[in-house]
């Protein structure tokens, strides 16, 4: 705030006039109400917290979040959409695209496990800091690289058979994004999704930095409209609450 709109606001904070008084008691109240949400640890006290707040709080949450001791960036709300996509589609092939620390390498290693059939090809630019346990997963191939320089790579470990479901997780920017649909689009298998994670930027979260020309959300309405082989299934984000709204692509062409 500059410093003649603060001194301005002081002003009018001191003045006498009924109708300053009443406004400062309702922003105050308000900024009150607001900062008690954001302090607020438990959902009865929290019943009245905006969307906005509670988004916050979710991605504060997620970005400590662990899948049997290892990160996984990863809303549970989401989690538990990806567990029912994987049972659904079945793939022969999980393809992530962004990895950080494996967790969610492992968890889609796991889900395959329980199905008795697949392999999940992690792709990222930077593989050191993944524990032994997700490097030896048997199920699990690393391919270190940038995701759309490594394009030729991931496609020599599918077999024209195989059913494949794609997650992007990585850069997050929109020319990233839009690239890696552009490049890895022909892979996906009709019927299974090409997930694009992290479109709540600037759409539901804001991030003041980096995202200036767009993100996951803008490089998804691009895609869309130049490729009819996909069509946006919202019914994936049936929890209302999810990190990849418009982000769950289905192949029906
Ligand atoms: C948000 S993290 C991935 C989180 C992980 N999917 C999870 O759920 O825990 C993003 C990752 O993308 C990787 N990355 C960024 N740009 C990339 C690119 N162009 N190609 C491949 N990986 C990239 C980073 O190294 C980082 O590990």
Request: one cysteine or more; proline letters at 3%.
């Amino acid at each position: 705030m500059t410093e003649i709109m603060a001194a301005w606001l002081k002003t009018k904070r001191e003045s006498k006039s009924f109708f300053w008084r009443k406004a400062f008691l309702i922003i105050d109240s308000l900024q009150k109400t607001f900062e008690n949400h954001e302090n607020s640890r438990h959902l009865e006290k929290a019943m009245n917290m905006p969307v906005k707040a509670l988004l916050k709080k979710i991605q504060k949450e997620t970005l400590r979040s662990r899948y049997f001791g290892i990160p996984a960036i990863k809303s549970p709300m989401d989690f538990w959409i990806y567990m029912e996509i994987v049972n659904e589609i079945k793939p022969d092939i999980i393809i992530e695209i962004g990895n950080a620390w494996g967790g969610m390498l492992l968890a889609f290693a796991h889900m395959l496990d329980h199905i008795g059939n697949g392999r999940v090809i992690g792709v990222d630019i930077d593989h050191s800091k993944i524990p032994l346990v997700v490097k030896a997963h048997h199920r699990i191939s690393l391919l270190e690289g940038d995701a759309c320089g490594s394009f030729v790579r991931v496609k020599d470990l599918i077999l024209p058979h195989h059913r494949v479901l794609i997650i992007e997780d990585s850069s997050h920017t929109y020319e990233n994004t839009l690239n890696i649909l552009r490049t890895y689009n022909s892979l996906v298998s009709k019927g299974s999704y090409f997930i694009i994670e992290d479109s709540i930027i600037n759409h539901g979260l804001i991030f003041r930095n980096g995202f200036h020309s767009g993100g996951p959300h803008e490089a998804i309405e691009a895609f869309i409209k130049e490729n009819n082989d996909f069509v946006i299934d919202r019914t994936m984000e049936r929890f209302l609450i999810t990190w990849n709204p418009k982000g769950y692509l289905r192949k029906i062409g």
